[in-house]
T-cell receptor, first 115, second 111 residues
């Protein structure tokens, strides 16, 4: 069966520090991968998605970047965190092929607090 | 920007009551998904509806997709405390579009 792992579960970082959140998927190949941010009362905001190794699409201009160095690995990074980067970050995967209409399977999220 | 409006934003009911939450848009979606999210966890898919007028049942949960594929509802019969959580709807525009999520309905079922 397919599983998705996301870590760390919680993270407290000072303003201006770098960030690296990692997400890996097991039990499937060539998945579509996603990074979302969920702020209180604002639903899920899609940050990045990837349909293959090295292929990254950005949905919102921001202080963050994403990379997909391996088929089932998706990394969210920042060189210098801002206070506004605080939030709940979720990684998700869906079956390969078209993005729409595919159910998405989420990790348990990372709660990021910037001080 | 296509928006999915969910209502109510918050709902607090007693165990055993029935409830309906709504997901509305001015856009037509090729499919619509419902998720439930518990605190500190990621959303979990409940159902996908793809045909206008479609009704799907999942135990005490009934999902309906509007005839025009612009709206959807989730009805829960005899709610239980285990139904507590954030209910999110998400719409897709064909195979190439990303999912668009609503802000969710936060349901609390008190014993």
């Amino acid at each position: 069966s397919q599983t998705i792992h996301q870590w760390p579960a919680t993270l407290v970082q000072p303003v201006g520090s770098p960030l690296s959140l990692e997400c890996t998927v097991e039990g499937t190949s060539n998945p579509n991968l996603y990074w979302y941010r969920q702020a209180a009362g604002r639903g899920l905001q899609l940050l990045f998605y990837s349909v293959g190794i090295g292929q990254i699409s950005s949905e919102v201009p921001q202080n963050l970047s994403a990379s997909r160095p391996q088929d089932r690995q998706f990394i969210l990074s920042s060189k210098k965190l801002l206070l506004s980067d605080s939030g709940f970050y979720l990684c998700a995967w869906s079956g390969g092929g078209g993005i729409g209409n595919q159910p998405q399977h989420f990790g348990d999220g990372t709660r990021l607090s910037i001080l | 920007t296509q928006l999915l409006e969910q209502s109510p934003q918050f709902l607090s009911i007693q165990e055993g009551e029935n409830l309906t939450v709504y997901c509305n848009s001015s856009s037509v979606f090729s499919s619509l998904q419902w998720y439930r999210q518990e605190p500190g966890e990621g959303p979990v898919l409940l159902v996908t509806v793809v045909t206008g007028g479609e009704v799907k049942k999942l135990k005490r949960l009934t999902f309906q997709f509007g005839d025009a594929r612009k709206d959807s509802s989730l009805h829960i019969t005899a709610a239980q405390p285990g139904d507590t959580g954030l209910y999110l709807c998400a719409g897709a525009h064909g195979s190439q579009g990303n999912l668009i999520f609503g802000k969710g309905t936060k349901l609390s079922v008190k014993p």
